[in-house]
């Protein structure tokens, strides 16, 4: 027959044997994911299950301004704290950054260090404190903080080691997300212009109009050709017509908003993404641009003083289209009808609607 001692010792094996499976289980998603928001997801669900505090959050170093800033918060409202700031050096978390070492502090009113920012701002109660570094090759990248543990001794024994474990994990993940996502950020861009290719418009496009559709909001996609491109290489050679288009492209890049996106399509082509804009904010942008490039001097360093003029197609989601192939196929069509009736011209998608509904979809960039 099992005694009480003996089914308190299976429980116990059982409830530490969950823990570590539960790490485990935290451990692999942390080491085999490149989206930070499901990363995120992922650390929400399995710290509610391993960790018993009331609040726990992950703080990142910026290595420009040397400031903690916070990237993951359980336990908070995210945006009572998204703006706030903490120096290297600066209450408990600061001073985990600057001296690398973990701390543990039951009591945060009684010590010294303890800042108390984040419960001015948030009107929560800091009591107990525990602060470990993140690091990788023995840089700190951050820190993650666990603050008012229900039972801090029963914590201390069983969940302070399995901490200091995931604590590296995370760090790994984290400095592994950077690197795949400088990485990323360069096969996104350009050689030649600097801004966005045609691999950023494949990844970026769909996700951008399920959230356009999502939000009731809308999208407009602008094509825009470069009139007789040809004849500037064979006139200046190939070398002075890919400079036309780097100046070109700066043009472009001095008219748009914090959410416009500017993408070399192929050869001479440009699509500039447009999102939060109707088809009178869109058709007004291109006016404006259109002005820019016809009144702009290229090669002025050359002696050159060249002008160039470019044909541009408009079509917004979702008054011309519902799906991304939709949209891209109707401005094309615009851009494409623009060249047929003379060159320097806008053509609304919307105008060619009937006719695109039988057009080939647009080519490959």
Known sequence: MTTEAEC????NNTSQLQRLLTCFELSKTLVSTFDLEALMRTMVEKFNELIPARNW????LEPQTRELSFFVVVGLEADQVQHLRLKVGEGIAGTVAQTGQPIFIQDARTDPRFCTKVD???GFETRSIICLPLKVKGELIGVLEVINIENENFFLKTYLPLLNILADYIAIALDNIRSFQDIQKKSFI?????YYNTRYLAWTLDALVQKTMQEGACLSVVFLDMDNFKQVVDTHGH????KVLVEVAHVIGRLLGPQDSLIRYGGDEFLILLPHRDKTGAYDFVCRLRRAVNQSCFLCEEGINLNVTASYGIATLPDDARDKTGLLKLADAALFSSKD??????????DLKKETDETPSPRSG
């Open 8 to 11: 308190l010792v299976e429980l």
């Open 120 to 122: 001015e701002q948030t």
């Open 341 to 350: 009736r003379g060159k320097d011209t806008i053509m609304m998608g919307a």
């Open 57 to 60: 959050s992950i703080l990142l």
């Open 190 to 194: 350009d050689d030649l212009t600097g």
């Open 239 to 242: 070398l002075l017509g890919s």
